[in-house]
């Protein structure tokens, strides 16, 4: 599966952001979705994961309440909804595929990424 993300850009602490990962080569059911980052001199840190069928998320701890994950399979999305965002939010934003299990847990191995959109979050 091939995986580009979107949606990123320049905005205000207390703004709100969508990004968006489109799948191509494979329907992206047979997946579990996640949203990882990496800020500036630090490694990739996971954000979120969904369930194949969207029935179950899990959240990074600084990101729960304030960022949504979602996907619509039939159209092959994956979605991440950013509000309340904060200046350390600031990162380029991956999303990525696997093909094993959903475990409410980070850590996992994602098996496919897709090249990053940069967010920035000014103060």
């Known amino acids: 599966v091939q995986l580009q993300a979107s949606g990123g850009g320049l905005v205000q602490a207390g703004d709100s952001l969508k990004l968006s990962c489109a799948a191509s080569?494979?329907?992206?059911?047979?997946?579990?979705m996640g949203w990882f980052r990496q800020a500036p001199g630090k490694g990739r840190e996971f954000v979120a994961s969904?369930?194949?069928?969207?029935?179950?998320?899990y959240y990074k701890d600084s990101v729960q309440g304030r960022f949504i994950i979602s996907r619509d399979n039939a159209r092959n999305m994956v979605y991440l909804e950013m509000n309340s965002l904060k200046p350390e939010d600031t990162a380029v934003y991956y999303c990525?595929?696997?093909?094993?299990?959903?475990?409410?847990?980070?850590?996992?191995?994602?098996?496919?990424w897709g090249q990053g959109t940069q967010v920035t979050v000014s103060s």
């Open positions: 969904i369930h194949r069928t969207g029935v179950r998320k």
């Open positions: 080569g494979r329907t992206l059911s047979s997946y579990v």
């Open positions: 990525a595929a696997r093909e094993g299990s959903f475990y409410y847990a980070e850590g996992l191995k994602f098996d496919y």
